[in-house]
């Protein structure tokens, strides 16, 4: 089964056989299309006393999750040498079955269906997020530390809680760790369309702050423009529109002359020094992407004259460096936000 | 008389003509060889009650200065419409004794000859600064409000003071703004010989921490590099020598796999690419000036994997955002720098 969720595609992983362990796999980095295998092995023991067994029902694929295949990110899963090929499995494509392999996948729904004599916090049919990265969610079932995992609210749908550990997070911090945004205030971000940028939309909507929206011009701008707007966008661009100059007067006028106190960025390279021109004095650009791999280049006079901050935003090392009362204080956050429909993506679902 | 000191140009306006007025002034914005002019004006009126006269002893020329007159610079002096040709004086170079002019210079010491009823901080034969940004200094002395002044100790020379406002205060709270730096850490600086560079060399010894001091390839490099090493610098490096790949293992092996925890840069363009790479994570690249006019260009991975924040910094806005006591505090601390002698620029004072 194949889910299309907003950016991002969602399979299910629950199957027909409860016990084998199937999961999608690699030994090595790569073009994942090439190095990815999926494979069956044989069934996990049951969970060690401070373990939980989760089923995993729905995990997302996050561009990110291409980048550590590749390779090319700093995040790896750990090597699993306790999986064992299930025996007379096939072993198409050049697999080899000696080897120990990565699970892939980084976020995931999940429900308990066994927890160890050692575990007070979860029993079975508790629906589950993970709590650490690089678990390893493109799997039928884990075998997981209690301490690695965190309960999800029982009003909250499979499809919100598979998708709400990084990107509405992202979002939510971004909007408020770097400077304090008043109703009223205007930001501006790129690659508008994005499950982040949606998701900032959507939660500055919420606190009334003003967003411009940046996004590739294309055939059906007009429905996209039309969906942002839904979200709550203020007012969506193509970075062509942004780029004439005429459009500096525009926005002073949309703004009426307040000025822009935050830019996001996930893109980089000529657009985002165009987007960072249109900032304030004083204002912060935060940088949680790099989708055209081309670097930020800015005219040092942002930095001495205007006082720009530039920082980069990662939700990992966020979660790295925060405590679990903090994390699960986020994660409460967020279910809060989709409970009241404050962060709700316009879905995509795809079912076979 | 001219003076040559460090990086700088001083001249003396000292004059025999004590009763007139000689300036540096300008009608309007451009090349400071087409459009300075150096003009003689009628005697000042004896300062007002909250006003003192100061005669200005020296005033050195920084970069800046030279923007400011091409009016590529945030900072302007105000436009003097006070001040009056003097009659029968010359007029050369087509100078337009009916407009208004801007007198130039920005920093200098000088001494108070007379002082306004009210005013009492201030009394005959004290040497002073500046308090306050772009007030004229290329002038044989002014009428100014004591409020824009502060006192500069008796044991600091008028070399010394006449540069205190700038230059060191910048080195000192780049130091200290933006991360905190322990005895054995370490930084890195390109444009290392500039007066802003010396300094840092100067007070990053005096606390401890070391320094890579980036420097371009000159004729009599190993000059600077001995001149550099005498005022404290750990190591100094050509720009050339950091862009070779195996500096990078070096560097590791001079740190002892320390991370450099604070990156200073005045020159901007391919070789800050570099120097940034140099620096660990969570650091901080401060930008203060930008000699090659090209843009700062950085991966975005800096920012999102390596937590990378870059800043600028403009000394004339921290004096704008901070109180007198602020000021006078940092002024204090520079002047004692200076009189232990951790602060002193290895000058090239010429006289005529």
């Not at 089923?55 to 699993?80: C, Q, T």
């Not at 064992?84 to 999940?110: H, T, W």
């Not at 709400?164 to 971000?189: E, V």
């Not at 942002?228 to 966008?233: D, E, V």
Request: hydrophobic letters at 40%; proline letters at 5%.
């Amino acid at each position: 089964m194949n889910f299309r969720f907003g950016q991002k595609s969602l399979f299910s992983t629950s199957s027909r056989q409860n016990n084998a362990l199937r999961a999608l796999v690699y030994h090595k980095n790569g073009n994942p299309a090439e190095v990815m295998r999926a494979q069956t092995f044989e069934p996990l023991g049951k969970p060690g006393p401070s373990q939980v067994r989760v089923k995993l029902l729905l995990s997302p694929i996050n561009p990110a999750d291409i980048n550590v295949i590749e390779g090319v990110y700093p995040d790896a899963p750990i090597l699993r040498s306790d999986l064992v090929p299930k025996a007379g499995a096939s072993s198409s494509l050049g697999y080899d079955r000696e080897k120990p392999v990565f699970v892939g996948g980084n976020e995931a729904i999940g429900v308990v269906t066994d927890a160890g004599t050692a575990v007070q916090e979860f029993k079975a049919g508790d629906r589950v997020i993970f709590d650490k990265s690089q678990l390893g969610a493109w799997a039928t079932y884990q075998n997981l530390e209690a301490a690695q995992l965190a309960k999800v609210d029982e009003d909250i749908s499979d499809v919100a809680a598979a998708t709400m550990r990084i990107n509405p997070p992202t979002a939510l911090l971004m909007l408020r760790s770097f400077t304090t945004l008043q109703p009223g205030d205007w930001i501006i971000q790129n690659g508008a369309n994005s499950a982040v940028g949606q998701a900032v939309i959507q939660i500055a909507a919420a606190l009334g702050v003003n967003t411009i929206n940046l996004v590739r011009n294309r055939p059906d701008i007009n429905n996209l423009m039309i969906r942002l707007h839904a979200l709550g966008a203020t007012r969506v661009l193509t970075y062509n529109e942004l780029a004439d100059k005429a459009m500096k007067q525009e926005v002073k006028k949309w703004t009426n002359g307040k000025s822009i106190k935050l830019g996001l960025n996930c893109v980089g390279g000529k657009d985002t020094t165009t987007m960072t021109g249109y900032l304030g004095k004083d204002a912060h650009l935060v940088s949680y992407g790099a989708m055209s791999k081309s670097p930020i280049s800015l005219p040092t006079s942002y930095f001495i004259f205007k006082n720009l901050t530039c920082h980069g935003y990662w939700q990992s090392k966020w979660y790295n460096d925060h405590s679990k009362a903090d994390r699960l204080g986020v994660y409460a956050e967020i279910m809060d936000l989709i409970r009241q429909k404050k962060v709700s993506y316009a879905a995509r679902v795809t079912e076979p």
